[in-house]
């Protein structure tokens, strides 16, 4: 009976391990889709952050500086979508796209250069066991933040409004471009922490594909949490619960592979079920155009 | 609007080529290598000799094929990204069929290159039913089913499909039958880019010519003007990713028939992403589409002698034709679009 209760202890800490980066890439996703920004380049921002923060680390022996130049990372590949997205109202699923490619062949052209040899870099100084769980505790936390920013404040509902009906918030004398853009650079800025937490927090380097499409499951985490911090981090905890239960179920015998499979199946499943039942933010998706512009 | 329609591909041709040497330029420059010794290893590499340029027409062939299928389902305003797990598959079902089916090699070949594009059209229709019945979004779904079938290509081979004449990773050597035969001489150039090139011409006639050409362009254009008109909107969903998984798939095939011979989990270097650029760049128009292609079979081929003669990781290719498909995202593909 202890045995049970231990071993589901550690599933739960497992789950929450797992859940983590899940968490902060899904609710970068929440704040860029809900001013209207869809952002498949979440994949690509985590690496970037990833890549960041240990190439930082390793060069000025600091965790807390490579983390820090992390997020600036993942903000800076946000902003490259923000602006196509928002002043170029470029279409915002081939833009992110493009993305993802671009910080990927970044990242493995940067080993070679930094690192001098392909697939992985040297170890660097990193945030352990503790760090772990500091960021495990910063990504609930921030999904509470989020929350209230978002629904409490002014800015908040700004950014849902651009989200929701651009047209209508412009003129109500918001600049639905300004509010977008600033939104998708934050949400990639939160986003970056899931790709530090992995290459700082779960071990000390970086190594190509270590997000192993992470992003994408935070994509579907969005929608499963129906656009809000809150449900975007019980769905986030609700995939991680899968990737713990890899572990656990590998020990029964049954094949690695196979079980690295199951959060992607259930967010597949999750997609196909939720579909049709949940709404998106008006506007998600759909590039701001202004009138004068418009009429060109 | 004929001649507007080319100026449209001129102007992005210009930009690519702008991103590829501008971009290019400033990481051989950060790799402390002469963007000049940069550029002619790498077009060194792309044409230097007759097998080097046979090279780059196998590299051209290989994203050829996911790109006409990433074409299909973008004029129906379908966003395949998952054309790399389609190819993967198709590649995997080719490699166990060339292996087991016997007879003449029209058959033998015919029969492996079906395996591989019905796997890949299964793989292509999953999205698509799923979008079909439950309108779940065809750009996660893809990505998701990426990531899986990436994990079931390499559970396969290394268990239920494991022969014991096969490395890890790896299925056996095919029957000689199956393999497709060359047409340069000591290349691995062979009949799949008359298949390739045959295709995109039939493709063409599809997309134009056709009642089904004429409805997936409705239902990616204007698709509450279609549905009013009659066209099914969830039957154009299935059909557009099962045939878009398919020529991936079938891309995926004669990579394991053509040019590796056999399957091995290393089949694709991502050529079902870049390949997105390929559909991009072409106006996902199938012609056009494949003189994209070898323009970026040339890049693709280029960045390993690139790699190897002037130390230029040939990772920057990737960054590159990211760019590109940034720098070419401002077409409006789709009229609009929901995400769920």
């Known amino acids: 009976m202890s045995a049970l209760v231990a071993a589901l202890i550690a599933l739960a800490g497992l789950t929450l391990i797992k859940a983590t980066p899940l968490i902060f890439a899904a609710l970068g996703g929440v704040l860029s889709e809900r001013s209207g ?5 979440l994949e690509g921002i985590m690496i970037g952050g990833a890549f960041t923060a240990v190439c930082v680390s390793g060069a000025t022996g600091s965790p807390l500086l490579g983390a820090i130049a992390g997020i600036f990372a993942g903000a800076a590949l946000a902003a490259l979508l923000a602006f196509v997205a928002t002043r170029l109202a470029f279409d915002q699923i081939v833009a992110g796209t493009g993305l993802n490619i671009v910080a990927l062949g970044g990242a493995a052209f940067g080993l070679v250069l930094v690192y001098g040899q392909p697939g992985a870099s040297h170890e660097v100084p990193a945030f352990g066991k503790t760090g772990e769980a500091v960021l495990t505790v910063l990504a609930l936390v921030l999904a509470g933040a989020l929350s209230l920013f978002l629904n409490r404040t002014p800015w908040g509902l700004r950014i849902r409004a651009c989200g929701e009906n651009p047209r209508a918030a412009a003129s109500a004398g918001i600049d639905p471009l300004q509010t977008r853009f600033w939104s998708v650079v934050a949400g990639g800025a939160i986003a970056s922490l899931g790709g530090v937490y992995l290459a700082l927090a779960e071990l000390d380097l970086y190594s190509d594909g270590m997000t192993a499409g992470r992003g994408f499951i935070a994509l579907a985490a969005v929608i499963f949490g129906r656009w809000t ?3 975007a981090t019980g769905a986030a905890l609700f995939f991680g619960f899968f990737s713990a239960l890899q572990y656990t179920l590998q020990r029964v015998g049954i094949p690695s592979e196979l079980m690295q499979a199951l959060p992607y199946l259930a967010a597949l499943v999750a997609l ?10 008006a506007s998600d998706g759909i590039p701001y155009v202004a009138e004068a512009v418009r009429s060109r | 609007m004929p001649a507007f329609f080319r100026l449209r591909i001129v102007r992005d041709l210009a930009v690519a080529l702008i991103v590829v040497f501008g971009v290019g330029s400033i990481a051989m420059l950060l790799a402390h290598v002469s963007p000049i010794d940069g550029f002619s ?34 004029r129906a305003g379908l966003f395949n990204i998952g054309a790399e797990g389609q190819l993967v598959l198709g590649g995997l079902a080719a490699g166990v069929a060339g292996v087991f089916v016997p007879g003449p090699p029209i058959v033998s070949i015919v029969v492996t290159l079906l395996a591989g594009a019905i796997a890949g059209g299964v793989w292509g229709g999953i999205a698509g039913f799923l979008k079909a019945r439950f309108g779940a979004n065809e750009v996660i779904a893809t990505l998701m089913l990426n990531v899986i079938a990436a994990l079931v290509a390499t559970y396969a081979v290394d268990g239920p499909l494991h022969f014991a004449t096969a490395n890890e990773g790896e299925t056996p050597l095919l029957a000689h039958t199956a393999w497709l035969p060359t047409i340069v001489p000591d290349t691995r150039l062979t009949i799949s880019i008359v298949i390739a090139l045959a295709l995109a011409f039939a493709l063409r006639f599809v997309f134009n010519r056709t009642v089904f050409g004429f409805e997936l362009r409705a239902a990616g254009e204007a698709p509450e003007a279609a549905r009013r008109s009659g066209v099914d909107l969830s039957r154009i969903a299935l059909l557009a990713m099962t045939f878009s998984g398919a020529i991936a798939g079938l891309g995926g095939a004669t990579l394991v028939t053509g040019v590796l011979h056999r399957f091995n989990t290393g089949l694709s270097p991502g050529y079902g992403f870049v390949a997105i650029a390929v559909a991009l760049v072409g106006n996902l128009e199938p012609i056009w589409i494949a003189v994209a292609a070898f323009a970026f079979g040339i890049l693709q081929n280029g960045a390993l002698s690139m790699q190897a003669e002037a130390n230029v990781p040939r990772d920057i290719v990737n960054v590159v034709e990211g760019l590109v498909i940034i720098a070419l995202a401002g077409r409006r593909y789709v009229a609009s679009r929901r995400s769920t």
């Open chain 1, 229 to 231: 911090p809150f449900g």
């Open chain 2, 41 to 74: 290893a790498l077009f060194d590499g792309a044409f230097g000799t007759t097998s080097e340029f046979a090279e780059t027409l196998v590299s051209a062939t290989a994203l050829l094929f996911p790109a006409l299928g990433i074409a299909l389902a973008f």
């Open chain 1, 272 to 281: 196909a079920g939720l579909a049709g039942r949940v709404r998106a933010p």
């Open chain 1, 37 to 41: 920004v869809v952002n498949i380049g």
